[in-house]
């Protein structure tokens, strides 16, 4: 068993939503904490809300958790938290060793001062010693690959090269504990590469590291274990998978199902079916059946039904048009059903959202459409960037 | 320097305020450094005259202050004993050695806001770097205020050498200050603005520019024994007003205390706001 580092207990963070109020409540607070009288943090003044709710959890030496959620979850909040930008209002958190944050990197640069002069100061703010800067300057410059531009001031370097910087910086702070908050998107592809290679590295070595991302991938394969927030509160600390998972069933409850029509059409239900079983979860290899319950209220001749997949970012995955496929359901009127099969999915585990069209014949105009009807989510496979699986074979040559 | 093993707590209930204050500080002591160079290299970079800008005011205040007395403007007092020019340049040092600080001090939180919302250090770093700019800006003042003592043939008294300790009181007195102006200014922005008018203003109050004896706010105005203090050490060898100059002294030391100490309470309420 390694040690427990870092140790949060109970944490809670209340925010206002309004301004002015905020800071007068701010002016109460300080005035009461200079006071020494104490305050009942457990209740919620007007316009407040919990901003981080009861958060509680360890963090053991070289371990990796990783925090996702909705965006305004409270990721954020809790981050700083930990870092000890802003103070709890309950519970506690303590950790043993030095805490580095990769976090907005680059905050505290003087524009006038070269890269040089800035790699002292950033170093400084973030808690270097000269002597330790002095003995990692060589290694923050190679890991930036600026060597050329020390002696440039910082206001003329793209904002990319400023992101370098700062995070070689950061990255070059040899913490206990590390807060990696949605940095590893910043500069090119080699630099990308290069700071998850760092990130590797320090974890080898021993770090802990506690990681906020909306790239699934990188949490899956960085984390051993995630806890997903939702409005404040902690819904879980699972396995990484699982809790990715459920991210997923979260933030596809905040797609609204929207129908529009012109009155000649409605769409009345979708329905799912796998292996002949009511349900929308489907492993790749399974088959979907999806009936489209129509009613139509005007008669109307070859009208085309048209299905298309959108993954949880919104991109379409595939379209379906009926009068693509040649098929032709003759003249409809009132209720029925349509059914459509997709042999073997094939499609990476993620949630899906499938979306409905119907169009007239002439496949332009349009009577009705459902966006969002129905999400599907395909569980088990195997995690990896992408969105389809691709029939494949292997061979030596 | 790390150390791997220390225990950091952050808690709701606890308030660890002032024990490791002054422990803190002096942890922080490159940064404090760091923060200073920053602000003054990159202050005159991309001037010509460069740290010349420090003595600028100063003269331009006492050619214009001679100026004005030499044509009977304003009725500055009875400053005789002395030739004026060296009187003037004595109290407008001290006056800015105050009022520069107040007013870097004042912005610095303001200024850093980025770094104070998104990195955890220790803030009061950057107050006590801002007021070594005024520091700073007086050191560069004191060749000139050399040049012009020999140019009069004024040799200060041997008591002079305790005026260090008077500058020592006023610089406490305006870094207290400054911390709770500082945090004010982080929330309202207006203060900076009506802080420079006050500054202005407050000149006039100071016997800097004018026999003390003028008006009788320059018995109450903290500023003013100050400078009146600084300046009979300088041209007579005596404290003209001992008493009321040992009581500030001891203001001086409660004002810095608790405004360190409320600076470290309020931070972390302003850094969740700004």
């Known amino acids: 068993m390694s040690e427990i580092i870092l140790k949060v207990n109970n944490l809670s963070k209340k925010y206002c939503r309004d301004l002015k109020r905020s800071m ?139 992101v370098r910087l700062g995070f070689s910086i950061a990255a ?24 998850r290679n760092r990130i590797m590295e320090l974890v080898n070595r021993g770090t802990s590291i506690i990681f906020i991302s909306h790239n699934m991938n990188l949490v899956n394969h960085l984390c051993s274990s995630v806890i997903v927030l939702q409005k404040g509160k902690a819904i879980q600390q699972l396995p990484s998978i699982e809790a990715i998972d459920k991210y997923k069933e979260i933030c596809s409850n905040f797609v609204s199902k929207k129908m529009n029509n ?41 009208p085309v039904f048209v299905i298309y997949i959108t993954n949880s970012e919104g991109i379409h995955i595939c379209s379906i048009r009926s009068n693509l496929d040649d098929v032709n359901f003759g003249t409809l009127h009132g209720k029925g059903t349509i059914e459509i099969v997709f042999p073997k999915i094939n499609l990476l585990p993620n949630t899906y959202n499938l979306n409905f069209a119907v169009l007239d014949q002439d496949s332009f105009s349009m009577y009705c459409i459902y966006s969002n009807a129905k999400i599907i989510q395909v569980i088990g496979g195997h995690n990896v960037d992408g969105v389809v699986i691709l029939a494949h074979k292997w061979n030596k040559m | 320097m790390i150390n791997h093993h220390s225990i950091t707590e952050y808690s709701a209930d606890k308030q660890k305020y002032t024990e490791n204050m002054f422990y803190d500080l002096w942890n922080s002591r490159e940064l404090v450094l760091c923060f200073f160079l920053r602000e003054i290299s990159g202050k005159y970079r991309q001037s010509f005259l460069g740290y010349i800008w420090a003595i600028i005011p100063a003269l331009t205040t006492v050619f214009a202050a001679s100026y004005i007395k030499n044509n009977n403007i304003i009725n500055i007092g009875n400053t005789d004993e002395i030739s004026y020019p060296v009187y003037v340049i004595t109290g407008i040092t001290c006056w800015q050695l105050f009022s520069i600080g107040l007013t870097r001090t004042t912005q610095c939180l303001a200024n850093s806001q980025a770094i104070i919302t998104k990195i955890n250090f220790c803030r009061e770093t950057l107050v006590f770097a801002a007021f070594g700019e005024s520091v700073f800006e007086f050191l560069i003042r004191i060749p000139l205020i050399a040049v012009i003592y020999v140019w009069y043939g004024i040799c200060p008294t041997w008591q002079a050498l305790y005026i260090p300790v008077v500058l020592f009181f006023l610089s406490l007195f305006t870094i207290g200050l400054g911390f709770f102006l500082t945090l004010i ?37 903290p500023i003013s024994t100050f400078v009146i203090s600084i300046k009979s050490l300088a041209f007579d060898g005596t404290i003209s007003n001992p008493k009321s100059l040992t009581f500030l002294c001891i203001i001086s030391i409660i004002i810095f205390l608790t405004g360190w100490r409320f600076f470290r309470i309020a931070i972390p309420r302003i850094a969740e706001r700004v």
């Open chain 1, 172 to 195: 070059h702070l040899d913490p206990d504990i590390l807060l990696v908050d949605e940095v590893l998107a910043v500069g090119d592809l080699a630099f990308q590469a290069k700071c």
């Open chain 1, 24 to 162: 007068m409540y701010g002016c109460f607070d300080i005035i009461k904490d200079a006071l020494a009288i104490p305050t009942n943090h457990n209740k919620l003044r007007k316009n407040e809300f919990w901003s981080v709710s009861d958060i509680s959890f360890d963090l053991k030496r070289g371990e990796c958790i990783g925090i996702i959620g909705p965006n305004g979850a409270g990721k954020s909040t809790l981050l700083k938290m930990l870092n000890g930008i802003i103070k709890p209002d309950k519970g506690s958190i303590s950790y043993k060793g030095r805490m580095g944050a990769l976090i907005e990197v680059g905050a505290g640069f003087q524009p006038i001062l070269t890269g040089r002069e800035n790699i002292y100061i950033n170093g400084s703010i973030l808690g270097l010693s000269k002597t330790e800067i002095d003995r990692q300057f060589n290694n923050i410059v190679e890991f930036s690959g600026l060597e050329e531009f020390l002696d440039t001031p910082v206001k003329n370097y793209s904002s990319g090269m400023r």
């Open chain 2, 185 to 221: 200014n982080g929330v309202f922005r207006d203060l900076a603005n009506s802080l420079s008018l006050l500054l202005t203003f407050g000149m006039l109050l100071t016997p800097a520019l004018f026999s003390p004896s003028v008006s009788k706010l320059n018995y109450i105005n």
């Open chain 1, 262 to 302: 012109t009155g000649e059409v409605i769409i009345e239900s979708i329905e799912t079916f796998v292996n002949e079983n009511k349900t929308n979860k489907l492993n790749p290899e399974e088959d979907l059946c999806v009936h489209i319950n129509y009613n139509f209220i005007k008669c109307i001749d070859n």
